[in-house]
């Protein structure tokens, strides 16, 4: 039998139980979860279903805490479940909207749930959750245009339109066209993304001269806090280390050259396993971006080769804490951070899958580091679009495998099955995807694990104009798709995940 756990911030009424004795109408407290970065579920909730239960299961959370003030006891008979809350809700008691009237980048207003193949409200975007591409592409994959919201959530709903009407008001007050986006802010992002490269913390050493400015930015202001000439500020280090900041040099070939060779002389040859795993990280990040200036460089691909095989190495090296030594921060979602964490991400999943070759894994490697070359070639501001994109802009954007692709064939030092990660990250089993609808039979394993990793990391990496997924309700999003993604992978995954120390 469970015992009562005395918590000095919830008092008598908590319980903690084991998740296998969890039923319909006990209210969750908070579950146990070494992995997340912050508590999950902090609000609680009351179980309504055997699926939460089973998810709460799947994802190795062996323990939870319940509060017996606002729910069942072990033992005790479920109450009657409130039915808004739970799966089998009917259309009746919903209303439907058109799901592209949400603004982009907003937190989802309302629980949205959109029906699956058998015609039930099984799937859904929690409120809170961010709407950003992703999830408007996973929609969109399945045709789906409307979604619907539990009549008991009205109130809510009406109150979003009506801020959106104030904003509309405002920006027309303003004169601006666009009822979407300020344009002030746009134009600040865009300059911001194309002006400066992001860094981390832990590549800087105390006590050692920079060669290079670094700016902190915090919301939309960008500020000069540490000149070239200077040294390194421990405790100036410490803090930036502490608050998570987000740190940014300038985007210049003096200013980046010096970057590099600062973490040649310094970072390299650190003792530190965080320093070490940011150097090969860092390191990476400016190797690809390289690259794609110059992809037919061969001394840049021998260094891309490379950085795959260190980001290998710190994997293997480091099986249950690599993921937050190469996930510094979230504040740093550029087009190569991002090709180094699905490289990194795409590595660990092949050998948590039993992949251990280590040509197979190199190749993947490579094609991982690789996947969105092609985003070099499409115009900047519409890779970083704070907002919707046209249809006519989804597709230029879409091109960007083709366009990678073309940048890299014939070129005799990549295998061929190297490009795979690259020509398949997008599609989908269900033959949903692009550039080439390919159905399952056809999608190489390596498509399906950059498949799974290159949304997961999209969908966990915050944005300056909106928030990031927590790994949890990332992974749930992912699981709870229909067939897009190998299930299999992704059950590998969530415990990879899973063993990954704070
Ligand atoms: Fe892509
Ligand atoms: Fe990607």
Do not use: C
Request: hydrophobic residues 40%.
């Amino acid at each position: 039998m469970a015992d009562r756990v005395a918590m000095a911030d919830s008092g008598e009424n908590i319980k903690k139980i084991r998740t296998s004795d969890l039923r319909i109408g006990m209210f969750v407290h908070k579950a146990e979860s070494p992995w997340l970065s912050t508590p999950f579920m902090f609000d609680g909730y009351e179980v309504s279903s055997q699926t939460e239960i089973q998810t709460l299961i799947d994802y190795d959370i062996e323990t939870v805490y319940i509060d017996l003030s606002r729910g069942i006891d072990v033992g005790e008979t479920p109450r009657p479940i409130p039915q808004a809350e739970t799966e089998g809700l009917k259309e009746k008691d919903t209303f439907s909207v058109v799901f592209t009237d949400f603004h982009l980048a907003d937190e989802a207003p309302v629980d949205m749930y959109w029906k699956d193949s058998a015609g039930e409200f099984k799937m859904t975007l929690k409120k809170g959750l961010a709407i950003n591409e992703e999830v408007v592409e996973l929609l969109k994959t399945r045709g789906i245009e409307k979604v619907n919201i539990p009549n008991t959530q009205k109130p809510l709903y009406e109150a979003y339109l009506r801020r959106i009407e104030r904003m509309r008001e405002k920006q027309k007050s303003d004169g601006f066209a666009d009822a979407f986006m300020d344009p002030r802010k746009v134009e600040a992002h865009y300059n911001f993304m194309n002006d400066y490269h992001a860094i981390s913390p832990y590549a800087l050493m105390p006590g050692t001269k920079t060669g290079f400015d670094i700016f902190v930015r915090k919301a939309a202001l960008i500020n000069l806090s540490h000149k070239a000439d200077d040294r390194l500020d421990g405790d100036k280090l410490d803090s930036w280390k502490a608050e998570d900041i987000n740190l940014l040099i300038r985007v210049l070939k003096e200013e980046m050259d010096a970057y590099q060779a600062y973490l040649m002389e310094h970072t390299k040859k650190s003792s530190d396993t965080k320093a070490r795993a940011s150097f090969v990280r860092e390191n990476s990040k400016l190797i690809v971006e390289s690259l794609a200036q110059n992809p037919r460089s061969e001394v840049l691909m021998r260094e891309t080769k490379q950085s795959v095989t260190d980001l290998t190495d710190v994997v293997m090296r480091n099986p249950t804490t690599f993921y937050g030594l190469m996930k510094i921060n979230n504040y740093d979602y550029y087009t190569f951070t991002h090709s180094v964490n699905v490289a990194t991400l795409s590595i660990a999943l092949a050998m948590a899958a039993g992949i251990d070759d280590p040509k197979e894994l190199a190749d993947l490697g490579l094609g991982s580091i690789l996947h969105d070359l092609g985003k070099s070639k499409v115009e900047n501001n519409l890779i970083n679009k704070p907002g919707k994109l046209t249809d006519i802009e989804y597709v230029k954007v879409q091109n960007h495998v083709i366009l990678g692709y073309e940048m890299l064939k014939g070129n005799k030092s990549i295998p061929e099955r190297a490009l795979l990660p690259l020509l398949q990250h997008h599609e989908k089993l269900t033959g949903n995807g692009y550039p080439f609808k390919l159905k399952a039979d056809k999608i190489h394993i390596f498509g399906r694990i950059s498949a799974i990793i290159d949304i997961y990391d999209a969908l966990t990496t915050e944005r300056a104009y909106k928030k990031a997924f927590r790994p949890f309700d990332a992974l749930t999003l992912i699981t709870k798709t229909e067939g897009e993604f190998d299930k299999e992978l992704i059950a590998v995954f969530i415990k990879l995940i899973h063993k990954q120390e704070k």
